[in-house]
């Protein structure tokens, strides 16, 4: 008797992030700083007078709480994210300036991310591949204000097992 566990493959997920001002369905509303991260899976283009492509306001979700499962890839798309209020990962459920990023699993532009590279704005991407060193409850916040994003729920891929005699 032979038992094999497999997890399917599956591609990245996106998830385009943009920064709005908080609503009353944001978490942290008239708390914090008063932009915040908004999360959507799919945008529709507006093309602006000036000719620059952003995504309309209303596709996103202030108080989305994606649940991402170990061992499969996920891309932040960011969607002209201020400078002044750089995307990043984190344990910390408030962000801002002293929160630790979290690295492990976390690439932009290809690269592992370092102390002097961990900062995505504009329209950066940040891939994100969580693994069983993951917590299960990382936030996507702000580098520099506090309580700009949300939860993001981390969960263990199902398994799919065949017995064979």
């Not at 899976?41 to 202030?62: D, H, I, K, T, W």
């Not at 990962?89 to 370092?114: C, I, N, Y």
Request: proline share 11%; glycine share 8%.
């Amino acid at each position: 008797t032979t038992t094999t566990t497999t997890t399917e493959p599956v591609p990245p997920k996106v998830m385009y992030v943009i920064a709005l001002p908080k609503t009353p369905e944001s978490p942290f509303y008239l708390q914090g700083y008063p932009l915040c991260f908004a999360l959507a899976s799919a945008v529709v283009p507006m093309l602006y007078q000036n000719g620059s492509e952003v995504a309309l306001n209303r596709q996103f979700v202030q108080q989305v709480q994606p649940v991402l499962t170990r061992g499969q890839t996920y891309i932040f798309q960011l969607i002209n994210v201020p400078v002044g209020q750089p995307f990043m990962l984190t344990a910390d459920p408030k962000g801002g300036p002293d929160a630790p990023v979290w690295f492990q699993g976390v690439r932009k532009k290809g690269q592992v991310w370092s102390l002097q590279q961990f900062v995505a704005v504009g329209g950066e991407q940040v891939v994100f591949q969580p693994d069983d060193a993951t917590p299960d409850v990382l936030y996507y916040q702000s580098t520099t204000f506090l309580q700009g994003g949300n939860k993001i729920w981390i969960t263990s891929p199902p398994t799919t097992t065949t017995t064979t005699t």
